[in-house]
């Protein structure tokens, strides 16, 4: 059984058509198909179904075997990564996870600064909502997650990466543009660009507002942040955002909440993973670079330094 038509299965189950599997795998359709039908003779079972004009589907049997596959798959490339560490950090591969906000904000440079220190270090960076980037680390399609820490599971190993202050987001030439902070009642029946409901900074209006006792009205939602950001460059209304992405635009103004809002940005892994050395390469170079780069957080408590975030486990 060779591995490389267990994952032509993969693909082809996923997206449930063998064309598209064999245009993402950079496979000849006709090869992926005969590489399969060969599979199931050899297993003596179909593995998928095939009608004309219906999704390929899996079989009773091939749900059984991609079962066992997955497992296999997450050994062989654990297998991979910890061979390719007994050569260094000449080469390896890292995939992390993390929400559009801390992709578009801090993550490119990030990522610049990384590959001058690793040019043979390939990293992945995956977007999603927090639901997504939990279930890519679970399933280990991921290595590393990038969440803010209400979204980090109980248990789960991480370090603290970044944090940043949240704000109301509206164009230089809006009313509102003249504060320096908003009150809660400055929200009511005001038009709003939000995020989708997945999205935290969401649910973090959406309580204030509740607690408030008073109502915004949404005009647009979106899970695409820089579609959000224009939108109210636009003049469509208001939106939250990280004050980083505000204050680099001189188009639009950054109003403090009051109390202030702040996300916390941890770095998370779980233990019963392997890391490779590239990832922990990854990990400790994240850590250093956020806290050498950081500016001074926008709140109260603050004293201009920052403690050094330090890896730790909560069990």
Request: proline share 4%; hydrophobic share 40%; charged share 25%.
């Amino acid at each position: 059984m060779d591995i490389r038509v267990l994952r032509y299965c993969e693909a082809v189950a996923r997206l449930g058509n063998i064309t598209r599997a064999a245009a993402e795998l950079h496979v000849a359709q006709p090869a992926l198909s005969v590489a399969i039908r060969k599979l199931e003779e050899e297993l003596g079972v179909t593995l998928f179904t095939r009608t004309r004009n219906r999704p390929v589907s899996l079989t009773p049997e091939g749900e059984l075997l991609m079962r066992r596959a997955a497992r296999l798959f997450h050994e062989y490339d654990s297998a991979r990564r910890e061979l390719a560490d007994a050569i260094g950090l000449r080469t390896g591969t890292v995939r992390v996870g993390m929400p559009p906000m801390y992709g578009i904000g801090y993550f490119p440079s990030l990522m610049k600064a990384f590959h001058a220190a690793h040019p043979g270090i390939t990293v992945t960076a995956l977007e999603g909502s927090a639901g997504e980037i939990k279930g890519l680390l679970e399933d280990g399609k991921v290595d590393l997650a990038i969440l803010e820490e209400r979204r980090v599971q109980k248990g789960w190993a991480h370090a603290t990466l970044d944090e940043e202050e949240v704000v109301l987001c509206v164009r230089a030439d809006h009313p509102l543009a003249k504060k320096t902070q908003v009150a809660d009642r400055d929200l009511d029946d005001l038009p709003m660009i939000l995020f989708e409901g997945s999205f935290l900074q969401r649910n973090v209006l959406e309580q204030r507002c509740q607690k408030a006792g008073v109502k915004f009205r949404m005009v647009m939602q979106s899970n695409y942040v820089p579609m959000v950001h224009q939108a109210v460059v636009d003049g469509l209304g208001a939106a939250t955002l990280l004050r980083s992405i505000v204050t680099a635009d001189e188009r639009l103004a950054a109003l403090s909440f009051e109390p202030r809002e702040h996300f916390r940005f941890d770095l998370c892994w779980l233990d019963e993973h392997y890391l490779s050395k590239a990832n922990e390469a990854f990990m400790n170079f994240a850590i250093a670079h956020r806290q050498s780069t950081a500016a001074p957080l926008y709140h109260p408590k603050n004293t201009g330094s920052r403690q050094s975030a330090k890896l730790r486990r909560h069990k």
